[in-house]
């Protein structure tokens, strides 16, 4: 029966093949004229849970082969689940790459390309638009303020959110206000709200940054500790002091994290400490916290589907808005598009567990996501959704593969989020030395004559195969000229424009081999500025003279 | 008949109301038409049953009467008697009061005729191929654009027919290529000629060739704004009481198609459409009348028992019904539902087919009635289909697509299913409209907001369709401008 079940969920695919094989054949007069055959109609009872956690690198999960037990739910989830390996994501930046997944489309194509945003920036349909057509109840529980805040710099308020991001949704709800670590906390609620409306046909999303900078602060501290090494003092508390309003001054935060460099803490433009491994260990011993605390949460959301029999009508699909640096390639946090920023988790759970245990190499991409759904419940999928369905994978279906080429946007550079505000607002955060503060002043600057108001932000493209990744960078003397790297080491970085690593050889992309390898650069290169101007062709209006408001990211 | 009431039918009726109308038995010219199932006997349905559908050697003879709005057809409902030849041919033969064009202007929806294809493939959207003004722009030419193709003339004349075009050039010009596989073409350059002109060539053409098998398209601009009778108007139609505000010329025509196209609307009084649609009439009227001398002639000539006939019109034309004038610019049903009348040799009796079909479907039926050698390549590239099953009496009725790229304006694509749904995306501004035309014939609520998934869906229709004809809509911007089939081409390209 199942089996059965799951041949019928072919029809969508089967409907395009047998259009096709009308405009081959028009005389025999089928196709156009003949109604689409109706898909698996499954829409009129599947309810659809996604939860979108940020930060969450696939290899600090015990599925994907971390040794430390920071994920006993989701490994027991992954049982009933199809669980994929290689999956990218859009961008490196949580609302443009989590944009990208609601909308299933490249970020310039949507237009959420930027964290000063118009409130209407983006006009694309997203998942709970669709469906909502659909008879779906939609709602959303964010612990990740990036869904739920807007700050207006001018008044130096946040204001009421009504953009993209909210909706759609019938019932947006937020963990709490205030600017503070204590935002990022695990969406509980989400769970209430599933149980006061399980009868209904549902759509929820669920988004956490609870495994966001600073890790775990907003959790209770004997969940944040569990891992720490014992006896362990923060290495900072030497240099300086954190005003962070709320949180503790042991919190790796935004700060120290950006101004730790190739192992050296930089402060006043030069290295003042270098790190052991014991601090290593400390700053990803809260990283794992806080996927523990999160992986917490996840069964607590299994066991409220389980208790109201919403297991076997409800799609679950747990995936990483994007991955996290934990100093492999030099740098923390995310900010650019190394494998530990881009590599994502990605779990999908069928109902009643269909499938389930099944694991899939093939290279797929967060923007197919969508169309998965939406041909799992039979909605046809809308025509700019760039995404595939992963079904036809899932279900192991000849000749299926993934995504040969994945595309990522480096869009915005983080220095462009900087000029919009964040470096001052970061940099009244700790009490850095006075030697830093004019500095900072005039880097900021720099910044905002570097980024003209309006102006489209900069960007750097890449591609990536299950062999190379290949990093364009378009404007490579403007990014070394604004670089936070350069600004906190006082030397000017040096970038190329081509960088072409073997993930295979060299995961932590050290080595550029580009020189070494020309023939695959020229492919690649063909590939990525194919797609380059396909997604500029179609790229959303930015709205240069729209009243912007900063996304925070506290 | 009471000129008053008369006009008020004009406005009220519609094919779909006709429909109803011609239900109930009301209206003089209604009554007269065959409607299957209650009206035609058990006579009638034996003959068509052993009607042949093999027409080998035959002759066709293609009648386009351009800019014919399907609601002012008598064969289709219209109330006043304008048509009466027409309407006769209706009778008698298969009369497809469900037609949807292609597009709403000539260039575009005529080729489809003659290609079989969309005019998105046959690439004749634009007048130009290149712009560059003032002196250097190049005609769209189908042999250039779309190289490839094979046209029904060509077929024909591969088959062993003598093929002859007689038109009012224009959209039709001999210059985009519409002469393509015809032994003789008659143009004549700079005008919008009318079939005094046409008809006359096209009877001395046959003359000469009524002893082979040939193929003929008739067409003249008789009806379109842009012609008016030699001898100027009778106002025959128009109500004695008119100010005269407009006289009906060209021109004026002109003056206010501009006008819609510059501030998105007309300006017109209910006595000012009035006067139009009279005027329009009287064009009609004019033009059927000139038909009707023709089809005496060629009955002369004893060719009427080996000729399939098909009459039929590219677009229609609009009054001021969503408040534009003229044609091209929208994809409402006034633009694009055109009469479709098919008439087999011989044929005593006719049959009327509601079935909605697409303007696509006229070539293969047409070759399929001739039952002539396709070459491979021209089988391949037809995308609709032969409506002779329809002939037989099994079902035809289809979704239909239809598109229009006008001037510097719009980029328009539109579907229409068979149970009544339409949805006209417009590419520039993704502005949607969603009409239920079962209980809004006029198309005068758009239903977007109240039904978000029927709008949704459709609108996955419309694009799967034309990606699955090789234009992915979602592949390049739509920019309102002077765009011409090659963009990269299109220097200056500049509002007019």
């Known amino acids: 029966m199942r089996l059965r079940r799951a041949a019928n969920g072919l029809s969508p695919i089967v409907t395009s093949a047998l259009i096709l094989l009308a405009v081959m054949c028009p005389l025999a007069g089928m196709g156009f004229a003949a109604d689409p055959p109706a898909a698996a109609e499954r829409y009129k009872d599947t309810n659809v849970i996604l939860v979108s956690l940020q930060c969450l690198r696939p290899d600090h999960l015990g599925v994907y082969g971390y040794k430390r037990d920071t994920s006993p739910n989701m490994d027991r989830l992954a049982k009933s689940s199809v669980l994929f390996d290689n999956t990218i994501a859009q961008a490196n930046l949580t609302p443009v790459a989590m944009m990208s997944v609601l909308t299933s489309q490249y970020p310039r194509v949507n237009g959420m390309i930027a964290f000063d945003t118009a409130k209407d920036a983006v006009t694309s349909r997203t998942l709970p638009e669709i469906l909502k057509y659909y008879g779906y109840t939609t709602a959303a529980v964010s612990g990740s303020p990036e869904f739920f805040m807007r700050y207006d710099t001018e008044s130096g308020t946040e204001i009421k959110l009504g953009d993209v991001f909210s909706r759609s949704f019938d019932y947006f709800g937020r963990t709490r206000k205030g600017l503070g670590s204590s935002l990022r906390v695990a969406p509980v609620e989400s769970l209430d709200w599933i149980k006061r409306n399980k009868d209904k046909k549902f759509f929820m999303w669920i988004a956490s940054g609870v495994i966001h900078v600073p890790y775990a602060a907003g959790v209770p501290r004997e969940d944040r500790v569990v891992y720490d090494p014992p006896g362990y003092t923060p290495f900072w508390e030497k240099f300086h002091s954190i005003k962070a309003e709320e949180g503790a001054s042991d919190d790796t935060t935004y700060d120290v994290l950006m101004r730790l460099y190739k192992d050296e803490y930089y402060l006043g433009f030069k290295p003042v400490y270098k790190l052991t491994p014991t601090d290593y260990s400390y700053i990803v011993s809260r990283y794992d916290a806080a996927i523990r605390y999160t992986d917490n949460f996840i069964g607590q959301l299994v066991d409220t589907l389980e208790k109201n029999g919403l297991t076997k009508n409800t799609i679950l699909i747990i995936h990483s808005i994007h991955g996290e640096d934990l100093g492999e390639r030099d740098t923390y946090v995310h900010y650019d598009l190394s494998e530990s920023a881009v590599k994502s988790a990605l779990l999908v759970r069928l109902p009643d567990g269909q499938q389930g245990g099944k694991r899939i190499a093939d290279q797929v991409q967060g923007i197919d996501i969508m169309p998965t759904v939406l041909d799992y419940l039979g909605v046809p999928r809308d025509h700019s959704q760039q995404g595939s369905s992963l079904l036809p994978l899932i279900k192991g279906e000849p000749g299926a593969t993934g995504t040969e080429y994945a595309y990522i946007d480096r869009i915005p550079w983080w220095e462009h989020t900087l000029s919009r505000w964040y470096l001052e607002f970061k940099n009244s955060q700790t009490n850095y030395p006075e030697s830093e503060k004019k500095p900072v002043k005039e880097y900021g600057a720099m910044l905002r004559s570097a980024f003209p108001a309006g102006s489209y932000p900069p960007g750097d493209i890449a591609i990536r195969t299950k062999q190379w990744k290949m990093i364009l960078r378009k404007e490579p003397r403007l990014l070394e000229k604004v670089s936070w790297y350069g600004y906190i080491t006082g030397s000017a970085l040096q970038y190329n424009d081509i960088e072409l690593y073997d993930i295979v050889t060299d995961p932590h992309e050290r080595r550029n081999v580009a020189a070494q390898n020309p023939k695959v650069v020229e492919t690649l290169r063909a590939k990525l500025m194919e797609w380059d101007a396909a997604v500029d062709k179609k790229k959303a209006s930015y709205g240069a003279g729209e009243k912007r408001y900063i996304i925070p990211y506290p | ?496």
């Open chain 2, 1 to 496: 008949m009471n000129e008053k009431q008369n006009e008020q039918d004009v406005k009220l009726i519609n094919r779909r109301e006709f429909i109803k109308y011609a239900a109930v038995g009301a209206g003089a010219v209604a009554a007269t038409v065959a409607m299957p199932g209650f009206m035609m006997g058990n006579a009638e349905a034996a003959y068509l049953s052993k009607l042949p559908m093999k027409y080998k050697d035959y002759n066709v003879v293609f009648v386009s009467f351009d800019a014919l709005q399907a609601a002012h057809v008598g064969a289709l409902g219209y109330q006043r008697n304008v048509t009466p030849t027409i309407d006769a041919m209706a009778k008698k033969g298969f009369n497809f009061t469900n037609t949807i064009s292609v597009a709403s202007w000539t260039v575009p929806a005529s080729m489809t005729w003659f290609t079989g294809v969309y005019p998105s493939e046959h690439r004749l959207t634009n007048k130009f191929s290149v712009f560059n003004p003032p002196n250097n722009n190049v005609l769209s030419n189908l042999k250039k654009l779309s190289p490839e193709l094979v046209t029904l003339a060509e077929v024909l004349k591969q088959n062993g027919y003598a093929t002859g075009g007689f038109t009012g050039n224009a959209g039709v010009s001999g210059g985009f290529g519409y002469s393509q596989g015809f032994d003789e073409y008659f143009f004549e350059k700079g005008k919008f000629g009318s079939m005094g002109v046409s008809i006359p060539k096209g009877l001395e053409w046959l003359r000469k060739n009524k002893d082979k098998k040939f193929f003929m398209f008739l067409h003249g601009y008789d009806m379109h704004g842009q012609n008016e009778p030699e001898g100027g108007f009778d106002y025959r139609f128009v109500e004695k009481g008119y100010d005269k505000k407009y006289t009906g010329t060209p021109k004026e025509q002109e003056a206010l198609r501009e006008e819609g196209l510059a501030n998105g609307k007309t300006e017109l009084r209910d006595a000012d459409v009035q006067f139009w649609r009279a005027i329009y009439d009287e064009k009609i009227q004019r033009t059927d009348a000139r038909f009707k001398k023709f089809l005496e002639e060629y009955e002369q000539m004893g060719l009427m028992d080996k000729t399939i006939f098909v009459l039929t019109s590219d677009h229609g034309t609009e009054f001021h019904e969503h408040r534009r004038f003229d044609h091209g610019f929208s994809l409402y049903d006034e633009l694009i539902h055109v009469p479709l009348i098919i008439k087999l040799p011989k044929q005593k009796t006719g049959k009327v087919i509601k079935d909605q079909i697409s303007s696509i479907d006229v070539m293969p039926t047409v070759l399929d009635l001739l039952d002539v050698k396709m070459p491979e390549n021209a089988a391949k590239q037809l995308r609709g289909a032969s409506l002779v099953s329809g002939l037989k009496g099994k079902p035809v009725a289809k979704d239909v697509f239809f598109e229009t790229d006008y001037r510097q304006y719009t980029y328009k694509r539109g579907i229409q299913t068979k149970d009544g749904w339409k949805l006209i995306y417009t590419l520039e501004d993704k502005s949607r409209e969603l009409y239920n035309l079962k209980k809004d014939p006029h198309e005068t609520k758009n239903l977007v907001d109240q039904e978000p998934r029927k709008a949704y869906e459709l609108e996955q229709r419309i694009f799967a369709h034309f990606k699955a004809i090789g234009h992915d809509l979602n592949a390049k911007q739509w920019i309102p401008g002077l765009n011409p089939v090659y963009d990269s081409q299109a220097k200056g390209a500049q509002k007019k």
